[in-house]
């Protein structure tokens, strides 16, 4: 047959021979001009039979498959694939042998292989009967020689791609196969010298950009070498800090930049003034200073240690050196944060870089579609050398069987916490995601700080209103151009707050930019913006209390004027740098005191007379049910934090998620009216969904009560987002912004971020809120009352409570997928508990639910409830065990032997190691195993003999 045991391939049509080698020949010019690691490997075959009854062969086809995480550094290992391939070729029925030769032979081969740092495609061909013929293709056509340095490369890419490219971007693909990445001692001690040479050679270095695909960085220190967090993430998924260690300590060496490696692998294993001496004296090294991730993880050591003004320093001169690195930005907004100045934290999270491009499909990492292929071969004996494929896709399903609307939050933020998944977060399908959790987890520490209206009226205060649009007047010509952009606002935007603005360019770019806006003549352009926003004012019906338009006017002279200050201040700045390379003392930047400057003690205080901030986003009747009046129905909030548990709700993979630290919202032990926030409700009607109080971001100010306050009598000054950057970096604060008149437009990605905050808070309020009303009925929530029911909690396998526990018709039946996206939803806003009992009622409710146990076992491991993580582990476990196929005969014994299982099982397991020790989880699994061994049948010795071979 031409089928190949447990490995289904695309064939060819006849008159496309070879066309899936031809398409990845087009492909090499887009490969070399695009960052990334590349395309997953391709294997191609060509495959002909003999009859029997003729001399004849039969015509020759392709075949082709994507391979991911082979070993590709040398020649040898591409021709032991080879003959691997050429053992799986199934054998032929009877009635198949009587016309066809006994078996299907591979009479050619091509194996191809992308290395991203040279841009090269490497091809071996297969050479019968044995042996491969190496060559490598580059993006005209060129062929070149094949060098062991190239084969390095290669098998440093094949790494990066089976680690990178996670189970739910390519689950969709029936062609490509995963081998697991099982790497002997040997071979993993081969592979890590191979990168400390790489590394001291000065390659890696200087080729990191044409790996990665994310310009800013990710979100983490970690992240800005995404080399070198793959190998860290590699050691940690298996609990192996001790070893992550020693590698990087060798590596520091000779590369001064992986001391924040070694600094993280210290802090995962509980050293953390070790961590702080290392950066320290890594930071003291003459050519540290070049090294921007250094600065970034000193400055989180320096937060977590309470020296802010020192990580605000460290910050803004890793952003002097780099201002494109997004965890940068990040950690100036943390600092600002817990300093109590949240106005500049809010500013500064407005000039974060954008997430990067999310890819949603597998066709996106092939940068190339082939030809449609004449069918797919489907082998007799099913894959299960690959079980994340199985896994992916029953979580995709479990996730697509949530009841009712999906929150937004759920689409724009990853299940698990950062940092704290399987899967690297430096990924192509992870990493827009992970940056926009790092963004939500610190707009949830300004909302705790301020409560929901505080944060509205901080919000008004910082970004230009839809209702301020309008009069808005630039203070310099980058603002100009997008006060343009206002005017040229479709009608379908009047409900939105904030518009994303013209491409900005950063002004230490010197790129054709700026020649094409100097084209422009953005000095008559801001000239005519200002005039016609001054004879908008004049004609405005504006009341008699303002007076002339003349305080505007000067109001708009003093902006020019101060703006042409500030451009003087960023001139001799930039002399300054170029003296001294804005290079900072380490002992000055340390030796400053947090007492210098403390928090804030100014509090933004609730909007008063503001209208109802519901109306003016949805036009549509998405409000809640009103009564005979007409008015809404008032929903009592609960005491609850929305916010979470603890204050500080940004948690490294190290930290304690059962600590919590009481913020201010946890004061109140009665429920009360008050708005999601926990603050009092304002003065406007009550036309929220929530009732008195209750606001939407997204709601404006109207322009009645824009005339009636005399803090917003004057026209808003438009600040562009190149000159927010100069004033940060640099340390120039405007004197109008401490009066309220210089806002500046809210980037598109940090607006939506906003809005699915408020309907996340939304929906926990209601959720709590049917609580408290049961609480005061019952005593308990509805997910306590629903756990009570009779029924296995956790079954012990997936054929158990499949039906789901009756539910008494006096307390609300909700539906499993509601309990699930209650679970996603209380994780996100950092609500442990209540996400746990949310899990354990989506399985109580529905019976086996994957997506909820994957949960569970995270969630207990770290909460130290190992019984109840066994248990889980043994579910998803003999789940995936049913997936397998059956024995071949069956009067064959079945034999127990271990099976690959999906990462998230050792990977709970050795958690769990790591924090009881290896003897006690044994004892949990061992009793785990036989007590459900009745209920697993003849997979119970599969799932004990896998279960060993974990805990070896």
Not at 349 to 357: D, F
Not at 879 to 902: D, F, G, N, T
Request: hydrophobic share 40%.
């Amino acid at each position: 047959m031409d089928t190949l045991r447990g490995l289904p391939e695309a064939v060819e049509a006849p008159d496309e021979f070879a066309s899936s080698i031809e398409a990845r020949d087009d492909a090499l010019a887009c490969l070399a001009a695009s960052p990334g690691v590349g395309p997953p490997d391709l294997c191609w075959l060509q495959k002909s039979a003999k009859g029997a009854w003729s001399s004849t062969a039969a015509q020759p086809r392709g075949f082709y498959h994507f391979v991911l995480g082979r070993d590709t550094s040398g020649p040898a290992a591409v021709a032991a694939y080879f003959a691997e391939v050429t053992s799986l070729v199934e054998p032929m029925s009877f009635m198949q042998g009587l016309w066809y030769s006994s078996e299907t032979k591979i009479e050619r081969g091509f194996y191809c292989c992308f290395d991203p740092i040279t841009r090269l495609d490497l091809r071996s061909e297969l050479c019968i009967p044995g042996g491969v013929l190496c060559g490598a293709l580059d993006a005209e056509g060129g062929v070149h020689e094949v060098t062991p340095e190239l084969w390095r490369n290669c098998a440093l890419a094949s790494f990066l791609r089976s680690e990178l490219y996670d189970p739910e971007l390519t689950m969709h693909s029936e062609v490509l196969h995963r081998s697991p990445q099982v790497l002997s001692m040997r071979g993993e001690q081969a592979f890590l010298q191979s990168v400390i040479d790489m590394y001291a050679e000065g390659t890696l270095p200087q080729s990191i950009y044409h790996l990665t695909e994310d310009s800013g960085c990710g979100c983490n220190a970690e992240h800005m070498d995404l080399v070198l967090f793959t190998i860290f993430h590699y050691f940690g998924r298996q609990w192996r800090w001790q070893e992550a260690l020693t590698f990087f300590n060798m590596l520091t060496k000779v590369h001064t930049a992986a001391a924040v490696y070694a600094a993280s692998s210290q802090r995962e294993l509980g050293s953390f003034e070790d961590s702080f001496n290392t950066l320290t004296m890594a930071v003291q090294r003459p050519q540290a200073m070049e090294q921007p991730s250094l600065l970034v993880a000193l400055g989180m050591e320096c937060l977590y240690g309470g020296q802010v003004q020192a990580a605000v320093n460290l910050a803004r001169q890793a952003i002097q050196l780099a201002y494109t690195l997004r965890p940068a930005w990040l950690l100036l907004a943390r600092c600002y944060i817990r300093m109590g100045e949240l106005k500049q934290a809010l500013v500064v999270l407005n000039l974060v870089p954008c997430p990067p491009h999310l890819l949603e499909d597998c066709q996106d990492i092939l940068f190339t579609v082939a030809p449609p292929h004449q069918s797919i071969t489907k082998p007799s004996l099913a894959y299960c050398g690959d079980p994340e494929r199985g896994f992916a896709k029953r979580l995709a399903a479990d996730a697509a069987c949530t009841s009712g609307p999906i929150l937004p939050g759920a689409v724009m933020v990853n299940r698990e916490p950062l940092d704290m998944s399987v899967w690297p977060d430096v990924g192509p399908s992870r990493a827009p995601r992970a940056v926009l959790s790092s963004a939500y987890g610190l707009l949830q520490e300004i909302v705790s700080s301020t409560g929901w209206d505080g944060f509205l009226e901080l919000r008004s205060r910082v970004f230009v209103m839809h209702a301020e649009a309008a009069q808005a007047v630039a203070v310099d010509p980058a603002a100009a151009l997008e006060v343009g952009q206002i005017g040229s606002l479709p009608a379908s935007s009047e409900g939105t707050t904030s518009h994303s603005g013209p491409a900005q360019v950063s002004p230490f770019q010197a790129s054709g930019v700026q020649q094409q806006q100097q084209q422009q003549h953005p000095i008559d352009v801001f000239a005519n913006a200002t005039a016609a926003a001054a004879a908008a004012a004049q004609d405005s019906s504006a009341p008699s209390s303002m007076g002339p338009a003349a305080p505007v006017q000067a109001a708009d002279q003093q902006g020019q004027q101060q703006g042409q200050q500030l451009q003087v201040q960023r001139q001799e700045a930039q002399a300054g740098l170029s003296a001294d390379s804005g290079v900072i003392d380490l002992g000055s930047i340390l030796s400053i005191s947090d007492k210098e400057k403390g928090p804030s003690s100014s509090k933004p205080s609730t909007i008063q007379g503001s209208p109802s901030l519901w109306n003016a986003v949805f036009s549509r009747d998405t409000r809640p049910a009103v009564g005979a009046s007409g008015a809404p129905r008032a929903v009592p909030t609960p005491s609850a934090r929305p916010m979470g548990e603890g204050h500080e709700t940004t948690r490294t993979s190290g930290e304690d998620r059962s600590t919590s630290t009481p913020g201010p919202m946890c004061e109140s032990t009665e429920p009360s009216a008050t708005g999601p926030g926990g603050q009092a409700p304002s003065a406007a009607p009550a036309n929220g969904p929530q009732g008195t109080g209750d606001s939407h971001p997204s709601q404006g100010c109207t322009h009645g009560s824009l005339r009636a306050s005399r803090s917003f009598s004057l026209q808003p000054l438009l600040k562009s987002v190149d000159s927010d950057r100069e004033a940060v970096i640099f340390g120039c604060e405007d004197g109008l912004a401490q009066q309220g008149r210089v806002k500046r437009l809210c980037v598109r990605w940090l607006d939506e971020l906003i809005i699915a905050l408020w309907h996340d808070l939304q929906a926990y309020i209601e959720w709590k809120a049917q609580d408290s009303e049961l609480l005061r009925l019952t005593g308990k929530s509805l997910a306590e009352l629903t756990l009570e029911l009779p029924g296995d909690v956790l079954p012990h396998s997936p054929a158990g409570n499949r039906s789901g526990a009756e539910v008494p018709q006096s307390l609300p039946n909700l539906p499993p997928g509601e309990w699930l996206q209650r679970g996603l939803l209380a994780e996100r806003l950092c609500h442990d508990a209540d996400a746990l009992l949310a899990y354990r009622c989506c399985i109580k409710a529905g019976g086996f639910n994957l997506m909820a146990l994957t949960a569970i076992m995270r969630l207990a491991a770290h909460c130290g409830e190992a019984v109840e993580a066994v248990r889980c582990c043994h579910a998803v476990l003999s789940w995936h065990c049913e997936q397998l196929p059956p024995p071949q005969s069956q009067q064959q014994p079945y034999k127990a032997r271990p099976v690959p299982c999906p990462a998230v099982i050792p990977c709970c397991l050795r958690h769990l190691v790591a924090r009881m020790g290896i003897d006690a989880v044994r004892t949990m699994v061992a009793v785990e195993v036989d007590t459900s061994a009745k209920v697993s049948g003849s997979r119970s010795a599969t799932i004990k003999a896998t279960f060993e071979k974990l805990l070896s």
